[in-house]
């Protein structure tokens, strides 16, 4: 330390030998007095340094001139401070742990007058000596600049004769002083070979447990009920007990979280099962401040009640068995992501158990089961390759609900599909059809069978699977389906596909009839986007068919139920022109008048508003309700054109029924928007529109048209339809030259 001038050490004219295990601070007040002064600041400013503070570093410098025999002592017990640590009889301590205003022990004052370095750790609140408590601290009645610390400044004797215990008592500050060297040191399983400025921390969060149990917010130490004095002896207690009070204090903490909401509202998991506790046990594991034994006790104790971490990865390491586990935990253990693991155990038939807001749990037998379903995968080429298909074919099974796929792992198109063998290889031609040797006359192989009859081989193995057709035997020198024989068909019988196109295009595609409507389709007649028709399927307002019900991997739904609410509610924007206002106006309208708003909830982004006609009716005062009315004009044609594509299964659908000439056509799979403008003087404009990085646009014109001829509607449908059937495909082999 450099100073801009000497200190006046000759103003220290009598002095003595230091206590045992007395800081420097202690010993210059104790000199002050030795030498008639009664305040130790004032002496300190006078030799030279700051009084005010009286840091210990100043007045071990102050005094390390004396020849005295205690000197190697005096360093010793002398703390060293620095910024966020303190260096205690060569012990590190944080700084928080230790008392700058001096602390003492009655009893210990009685026997010698002088201030023992050790009672400065506020974790030593009382003396197991003499068992009484330690006086002093910041609120506390002494002060270093008192030469006597045996009393306060205002006269009140601090020093009492104690009778000293037959032997020193169990507890905190018992291991602290055998740690210290001071005493023998006090054997703490839990507490071997652990630094004490960790124990210090175990035992006040231990404490604060034990003492608040279930808390959403943190106790603090001083609080009312959390008296430091009790808070350590609770924690140490806990601490003596070992692993099992460990795991009855998590267990009671627990179980007084049941029936309680947590922070945020959180009523599972294991945050809200350990409140304040959950993160000052799991995430201080960088840089912990408990023992690692808490954390595995904390964990062991939620595994084994199933009360786990949104993100599992908190309860990693623990050897418990449990009846059931998270979500995550499944997903772990199967090496996948957690989005897979509901889609793959529902395919397998295992059903989540009951449990509350977004917990998802399993029984433990889930992870065996779908590990064992995992083994046994093969990818989308080779389930192809065992049926003898191409992995085309083997979509359009998967599509007709002849197989399923399992899951859809490492990329989100069906490339990524995995299949069960064993579901795989129940396709596969049975071993006691007849084996007919390669070249008989009369017979057909699957190929030729499906081009006789101008079907797809996917169509012709459904056909079988139903028993409409009967393979007569399987030629050996083919694998899988592909070896299938069927007998000519008869004459005159011809398949369900249609003729291809004689111009350039193509077939046109047709979707396969199924149970159900697609959600798109769905959400075009009841007129709504997609996210309001899946809040119409969360509310219960629209049932869905099971895959087993539809036929299909995707969704689909239910008519009835669709019917039901086409007929019941309508999307509040339909009565703007009924408002005589705007699109936007047409809810805050409608709620001014009374009407309830349905499915869309304060807050929510992209529902739209869906009101029940009935009640809107009877809030407009009239009779009959205004969307039954027929529509006229524009929207009757396109009306039409609508129900024309849905009859003829095409692929494509109109965006909305607009009152105008102008409107979009879509396919089902978003990946071709065509723009159709029959208002140009008589003439049909066809629009391919590819999206804003299309290289070009393709464009078809068609004069003639003449909208108030009903009668050729019919004409302008198939036209319109079959134009988008070639233009798509022009698109597409634009897209495959480029």
């Known amino acids: ?23 420097a601070t202690a010993y210059f007040s104790r000199l002050a007095g030795h030498n008639l002064q009664i305040s130790a600041r004032v002496l300190a400013t006078d030799m030279g340094f700051d009084g005010r503070e009286m840091t210990p570093a100043d007045c071990l410098d102050a005094v390390s001139h004396l020849d005295i025999a205690g000197m190697q002592a005096l360093v010793h017990a002398t703390p060293v401070v620095k910024a966020r ?35 400065s750790l506020l974790a030593f609140t009382v003396c197991p000596h003499h068992g009484c408590e330690i006086v002093g601290g910041l609120d506390g009645p002494l002060a270093w600049w008192h030469p006597h610390l045996d009393r306060a400044p205002d006269g009140t004797m601090i020093a009492r004769p104690l009778p000293r215990l037959q032997s020193p008592l169990i507890s905190f500050e018992a291991w602290l002083l055998g740690c210290l060297g001071v005493d023998e040191p006090l054997d703490v399983p839990l507490l071997a070979d652990v630094p004490i400025l960790m124990a210090i921390d175990t035992v006040e969060f231990l404490g604060r447990a034990s003492l608040g149990g279930w808390r959403v917010a943190a106790p603090r130490i001083g609080a009312p009920g959390f008296a430091r004095k009790d808070v350590v002896r609770a924690g140490f207690d806990v601490l003596s007990g070992g692993p099992d009070a460990l795991d009855r204090l998590f267990d009671q903490v627990a179980l007084e979280s049941e029936n309680r909401i947590g922070a945020g509202g959180s009523q599972w998991g294991a945050g809200h099962a350990y409140g304040w506790l959950y993160k000052a046990i799991f995430f201080t594991r960088n840089q912990p401040y408990q023992l690692e034994a808490i954390r595995t006790a904390a964990a062991r104790v939620a595994r084994r009640r199933g009360a786990f971490a949104r993100s ?44 509350r807001d977004r917990f998802v749990r399993y029984d433990a037998s889930t992870v065996p089961a779908m590990q064992e379903a995992l083994a046994s995968c093969v990818p989308r080429a080779d389930a192809a390759r065992i049926l003898g298909l191409r992995t085309t074919e083997l979509d359009a099974l998967a599509r007709q609900g002849l197989i399923t796929p399992l899951c859809r792992l490492g990329g989100p198109t069906v490339a990524s599909d995995r299949y069960r063998r064993e579901e795989v290889e129940a396709l596969l031609p049975d071993e006691d059809l007849t084996v007919v040797e390669s070249g008989t006359d009369g017979l057909m192989s699957l190929s030729e069978y499906a081009d006789s009859t101008r079907q797809w081989r996917p169509e012709v193995i459904a056909l079988w699977k139903t028993g409409t057709v009967r393979p007569v035997g399987r030629d050996p020198d083919q694998t899988g389906l592909a070896a299938l024989l069927f007998e000519p068909p008869a004459v005159g019988s011809s398949g369900s596909g249609p003729q291809p196109l004689s111009e350039p295009g193509g077939r046109m595609r047709r979707q396969t009839t199924r149970p159900g409507l697609t959600r798109c389709d769905a959400a075009a007649l009841i007129g709504v986007n997609m996210a309001t028709l899946g809040g119409l399927v969360d509310d219960g307002y629209l049932r869905t068919l099971t895959p087993e019900e ?45 009407v309830d708003i349905l499915v869309k909830k304060p807050g929510s982004e992209g529902l739209m508003a869906m009101v029940m006609r009935s009640q809107v009716t009877r809030a407009l005062g009239l009779v009959r309700d205004p969307l039954a009315q027929p529509s ?23 965006a909305r029924i607009p009152n105008g000439p102008e409107v979009r056509m879509r396919s089902g799979d978003r990946r071709t928007v065509i723009a159709i403008d029959m208002g140009c003087d008589g003439r049909a404009v066809i629009t391919l529109e590819k999206g804003p990085s299309a290289p070009a646009e393709r464009r078809v014109e068609r004069s003639g048209f003449a909208h108030r001829d009903t009668t050729s509607w019919q004409t302008w449908f198939e036209w319109l339809e079959t134009a988008g059937y070639r233009m798509r495909m022009a698109g597409a082999h634009t897209d495959a030259a480029a």
């Open 312 to 355: 599992a990865t908190t309860l990693e390491g623990v050897d418990e068995k449990v009846p059931f586990l998270h979500q995550d935990e499944v997903a772990r253990a199967c090496g996948l992501h957690s989005r897979f693991v509901r889609p793959i155990s529902e395919r397998l038939g295992i059903r989540p158990l009951p449990s």
């Open 1 to 23: 330390m450099t100073r801009e001038r000497p200190l006046r050490r000759h103003l220290i004219q009598r002095w003595h030998e230091p206590g045992e295990h007395e800081p």
């Open 550 to 594: 539809s036929g299909t991997t995707r969704e689909r739904i239910d008519e009835q139920s669709l019917q039901r609410v086409i007929t019941t509610y309508a999307p509040a924007v339909a009565y703007a022109d009924v408002l005589d206002c705007g699109r936007t106006d047409a809810v805050r309208r409608l709620r001014d008048l009374g």
């Open 632 to 654: 006229t004009g524009w929207s009757t044609f396109w009306t039409a054109f609508g129900d024309h594509l849905v009859a003829r299964s095409s692929v494509f659908r109109l």
């Open 85 to 119: 640590t303190v260096r205690l009889l060569g012990v590190e301590v944080r700084r928080r742990h230790w008392s700058e205003a001096p602390r003492v022990c009655p009893g210990c004052l009685a026997e010698s007058p002088h201030h023992r370095t050790y009672h």
